[in-house]
């Protein structure tokens, strides 16, 4: 297994904007699937997922305003996060799943592919009211 770091998670207000990022090391991202996922008290939901021809998909509640990419040369995973509500305040993770079976990536939220990833440490995000 790789190393999945996030960063740009912070404080904002109702409304504003953050860009969270996850360095990968040790992938291929085009053997990958990868994606972001949220703590929940139940576990964590997945948020948005990237195949390895950029086909993205994204988790209902997002309702348009997120935003993933990847940029395969850097290793770099990114999460443009636009109209951010305080219902969007907890833990954000980086996830990475291997595809075994080239014909069938299957990255959409929900998937049997993200049963058991790859997770990242984490980066908080805090919406204020």
């Known amino acids: 297994p790789g190393r999945l770091v996030e960063s740009g998670g912070g404080s904002v207000e109702a409304g504003g904007s953050l860009r969270l990022s996850c360095n990968a090391t040790?992938?291929?991202?085009?053997?990958?699937?990868l994606g972001w996922f949220r703590q929940t008290p139940a576990g964590r939901m997945g948020v948005a997922a990237i195949d390895p021809d950029h086909t993205t998909n994204y988790a209902d509640f997002v309702k348009g305003r997120f935003t993933i990419s990847k940029d395969d040369a850097q290793n770099t995973l990114f999460l443009q996060m636009n109209g951010l509500k305080p219902e969007d305040t907890t833990m954000y993770y980086c996830?990475?799943?291997?595809?075994?079976?080239?014909?069938?990536?299957?990255?959409?939220?929900?998937?049997?592919?993200?049963?058991?990833?790859?997770w990242g440490q984490g980066t908080q995000v805090t919406v204020a009211s």
């Open positions: 040790g992938y291929t991202f085009r053997t990958y699937c």
């Open positions: 996830a990475a799943a291997y595809i075994y079976h080239p014909g069938s990536p299957a990255c959409r939220l929900p998937s049997p592919v993200w049963s058991g990833p790859d």
